[in-house]
Structure formats: structure tokens, C-alpha cells
């Protein structure tokens, strides 16, 4: 048992100086008597802690340069220190599950999350997975399957980078039809612009750009395939009581394809009309928070801070950097983009909502004590100086000063 004293606290409805008691891993009690070991949050800010729906930073711990791979094991333990440090306390790691050879196949993707059930009694934050499956990847049925019984429930978002790498040249990610619609526009494997589109992902594969093209043209051949084999993953996903989410949304028609066969979350639409099509069904929307934190996306989608100030961003993602949560807050914050209990919101209790995680996410009595202690100055950057998961201390941090 411990109490943390005299912190400003980030309660639903309110900022309060108060106590927060933890016992038994809960929130025992906000305001009472000063109970088991005291940490003196004078000056900080204790708020619930983050959840991170959406994150593979976790891939440069494993392939730190192209072509040159780390032991997974090791990885996956410098990953957990990582997400504490930054006051994560519940991270779904995006394990792409796909039909490329190397860093991202499906072979590797389960190496990946038996090491992190096996390492679970060592690690100190709560590591969860995302299915990050490529539709066109029929080779990782099993696995799901296999993933979808295991110990900690894991998301399943449906990702199609493969219609993405086909679409016409003349035709941004971001303008691309609905992949199954006969508007669909496909580019010419035969097209000397192909080698540099698919330049990183060869590179990433380790395979040579035309044995990489080879390979895109064998699986295109799916294609009629597709639909039937999402539907299949789908019924999967409903069956084991997963949240699904559909990923680089571009029209409304494919949300409501996605939405069709249980993936009720939105993550990182692309355009205004997906975004707008999830609002209206009341579909949870992610952004990536490095997109708030830089002032945009780096691809030219929706800008983020754009899509919070306008009621359309539910929950912000680490997406490929671990430290952008709490810099987009900090950002979101700086530029008045909504009160700050709310930005805190996306990086906490809109995550909770969104993977259906109703024991976490708010500081509550009761709920699990998932905390950050953050020094957060005023016109300075915030950092953590600790992090519990269920009551269990995951991180602290004492500056020098």
C-alpha cells in the first residue's frame, strides 16, 4: 500500500490537489488519510497512464539496421523498459503478420509474441499484441488463430499495404478507391516506376527489387481471394471477443466494409470522409500521435491536432516512436487544441474504450492503479519520474537536481 500525496491529479471531471491510495494493484482512495508508504507529489502531476493501441518501435530493437537482426529476447526486454520509461503501462505492440520474407513475416511475427509470453513474468509493463495482419497474407491464418488463445486477448487491425504498392501512378495512397471496387485503379507491374515504390520494402524484405516484384505480382494473383479470407478473419475476431481495427482508411465505403465484419475502430484514416463515416457510427478514431507531435503527417494525411480540435481523434498511437505520446499531449497542449484533462484522455481512457479495457484508463476508486507521477513545468517538456501497473512500481526516475 502507498499514497502519493499532494500531487495535482488528473481525475475525470477535474485537476485536484489530492491522495491517491493504492492497494491490492486498485485505487483504494482519492482525498483520504495518508496510508502505507507516502511519495511526495508536491509540484507534479500524477495521471493515469498511458495505453499505446498501436506501436512497432519495438522493430528497431530487433533489426537496428536493415538486414542486421538482434536476439529477440533482448529486444523485446529493452522494448519493455522503453514503454515504462515513457509511461506506458499497457502497450499493443503492431506485429505485422504479413506475406513478405524478413523483418515483417509471419514466421518471425509469432517468434515475437512467444518471447513476449514467455518473458512476461520479466517484464514490467503490460505487453500486449496487435494482429497487425496484411489482408493478403493468407499464410498467417494459424497463427492468428493460435494468438487469438492466448493469455492476454490481442487486437487485430486489418492492413492492406498490398493494394497500396498496386494502385495506379497516378494515384496518391491518400486518393486510392475502395480496394475491392471495380474503381480501383492498378499500376503495371512492367512500369520502371515500380523498382522505386517498392525500393524500402525489397530492402526491408532482403530481397532485390525484382525478385521483390515477383514476388507482389504471385500474391496480386489472391486478390478475388481477399474478401472471403477477411470476412474468415473477422468471424475469428468476433468469436474471441477481439477489438478490430481497419487501418489507413480512405473512403467511407471502406469503413463500412471493415465496420461490416466487426472492426469497429478506425486507426489513422487518411482522409475527411473516413474519418467522417467513423464519427457518424460512432466508431473509436485513432491518429498517430507523432503526426500531433510533429504538426502533421509525414505522408500528407489528416493532420492530427487538426482532428482533435475537431472532435474526430479519439486516441492517440506511439505509431513508430514511443516518446511521441506524451510530446503530442505536450503540443496539443501548447496550442490549445482542447483542455488539457481531455488531451490526457486520448492517451489513456480513449485507448481503454477503444480496445474494450473497462478496468484501466482513469484515475477512479477502484479501477486498476495504472499510474505516471510527471514533472511537467510550466512551458517545458513533461517527463516521467515514475510508473506503476496495478500497483506495482514499473519505473521510477529521481533527476539530479
Known amino acids: 500500500m502507498f499514497t502519493i500525496e499532494g500531487a495535482q491529479v488528473f481525475l475525470p471531471d477535474e485537476i485536484a490537489e489530492t491522495s491517491v491510495t493504492v492497494a491490492d494493484g486498485q485505487i483504494a482512495d482519492i482525498g483520504g488519510p495518508l496510508q502505507g508508504d507516502v ?15 498501436h506501436g512497432d518501435a519495438f522493430e528497431r ?11 529477440t529476447d533482448t529486444a523485446a526486454i529493452d522494448t519493455d523498459r522503453q514503454l515504462a520509461a515513457n509511461g506506458i503501462a499497457t502497450a499493443y505492440h503492431a506485429i505485422t503478420l504479413g506475406w513478405e520474407p524478413g523483418l515483417r513475416d509471419v514466421a518471425r511475427g509469432r517468434t515475437v509474441m512467444q518471447a513476449i509470453r514467455d518473458l ?9 499484441v496487435q494482429l497487425r495482419w496484411e489482408t493478403f497474407a493468407f499464410e498467417a491464418i494459424e497463427v492468428i488463430e493460435w494468438a487469438l488463445n492466448g493469455p492476454l486477448l490481442p487486437s ?8 497500396m504498392a498496386m494502385r495506379a501512378f497516378d494515384v496518391s495512397v491518400q486518393d486510392r478507391a475502395f480496394e475491392f471496387s471495380p474503381e480501383f485503379a492498378v499500376a503495371s507491374l512492367d512500369d520502371t516506376r515500380m523498382k522505386q515504390r517498392v525500393a524500402a520494402k525489397a530492402r526491408r524484405s532482403g530481397l532485390e527489387e525484382d525478385a521483390y516484384i515477383r514476388l507482389l505480382a504471385r500474391i496480386w494473383d489472391r486478390r478475388s481471394d481477399v474478401p472471403d479470407m477477411i470476412a474468415r478473419v473477422g468471424q475469428m ?15 467511407a465505403e471502406t469503413r463500412a466494409f471493415f465496420r461490416a465484419h466487426g472492426a469497429a475502430v478506425s486507426e489513422f484514416p487518411m482522409v475527411m470522409e473516413a474519418a467522417l463515416a467513423a464519427r457518424a457510427e460512432g466508431d473509436p478514431i485513432i491518429f498517430g500521435a507523432p503526426n500531433a507531435a510533429r504538426g502533421g503527417s509525414h505522408i500528407g494525411s489528416l493532420a492530427a491536432a487538426d482532428m482533435v480540435e475537431a472532435g474526430l481523434c479519439d486516441a492517440l ?5 514511443y516518446p511521441a505520446m506524451l510530446a503530442a499531449v505536450a503540443r496539443l497542449d501548447e496550442e490549445r487544441r482542447a483542455d488539457r484533462l481531455s488531451l490526457w484522455s486520448l492517451v489513456s481512457d480513449g485507448p481503454a474504450q477503444a480496445m474494450k479495457l473497462t478496468d484501466r484508463g482513469q484515475i477512479t476508486q477502484g479501477r486498476r492503479a495504472d499510474l505516471v507521477l510527471l514533472d511537467w513545468p510550466e512551458g517545458g517538456a513533461p517527463s516521467v519520474l515514475g510508473t506503476w501497473v496495478a500497483g506495482r512500481c514499473a519505473f521510477r526516475a529521481l533527476p539530479a537536481g
Not at 530493437?61 to 536476439?71: A, E, H, I, T
Not at 498511437?317 to 516512436?321: G, I, K, L, R, T
Open 39 to 53: 511519495i511526495d507529489g508536491r509540484g507534479l502531476i500524477v495521471a493515469p497512464a498511458l495505453i499505446d493501441v
Open 61 to 71: 530493437q530487433l533489426m537496428p539496421r536493415p538486414g542486421v537482426f538482434f536476439p
Open 120 to 128: 512476461a513474468p520479466r517484464l514490467t509493463v503490460e505487453n500486449r
Open 156 to 163: 487485430v487491425a486489418f492492413n492492406d499495404h498490398t493494394s
Open 237 to 251: 475476431g468476433r468469436a474471441a471477443g477481439a477489438p478490430m481495427l481497419s487501418h489507413d482508411d480512405t473512403r
Open 317 to 321: 498511437a506511439s505509431d513508430y516512436f
